[in-house]
Structures are given as structure tokens and as C-alpha cells.
């Protein structure tokens, strides 16, 4: 069987837990940052994971990670 190629852009965004999940960055940290609430901004910082119906479609993204 071939190796799988590792898809580019996926592998800067997302990374695999020890336990399996896959974790991925919030959006709406880039601009316009003084229209949005501290509350906001702060929540925003942290790391989300992928929700289970798109983990799979990234999961074969990201083969070797």
C-alpha cells in the first residue's frame, strides 16, 4: 500500500491529543479586534476541538500525526 501524503494546510492547523482528539484554533482573533468585547477576545484565545462529525474527514487529512 502507498503512503498517504499529509495534507498541507491541515497540519499547521490542527493537533492530535494524547487521547485522540483533534484540537483546532478559534476564529475572530485577526482584525477589527476594538469592536469585539474583552469577554470575547479573551474567550477566543483558547483552543477548541473539532467537532465528531468532521473528525473523521480530518483524521484522514492528517495521517501521520
Given at each position: 500500500?502507498?503512503?498517504?501524503?499529509?495534507?498541507?494546510?491541515?497540519?499547521?492547523?490542527?493537533?492530535?491529543?494524547a487521547t485522540?482528539?483533534?484540537?483546532?484554533?478559534?476564529?475572530?482573533?485577526?482584525?477589527?479586534?476594538?469592536?469585539?468585547?474583552r469577554?470575547?477576545?479573551?474567550?477566543?484565545?483558547?483552543?477548541?476541538?473539532?467537532?465528531?462529525?468532521?473528525?473523521a474527514t480530518?483524521?484522514?487529512?492528517?495521517?501521520?500525526?
Amino acid at each position: 500500500m502507498p503512503k498517504l501524503k499529509t495534507h498541507s494546510a491541515s497540519k499547521k492547523r490542527f493537533r492530535v491529543t494524547a487521547t485522540g482528539k483533534i484540537k483546532r484554533g478559534q476564529a475572530w482573533r485577526n482584525h477589527r479586534l476594538i469592536s469585539k468585547s474583552r469577554k470575547a477576545k479573551k474567550h477566543h484565545r483558547l483552543g477548541a476541538y473539532v467537532s465528531a462529525a468532521q473528525e473523521a474527514t480530518i483524521k484522514k487529512l492528517i495521517p501521520y500525526k
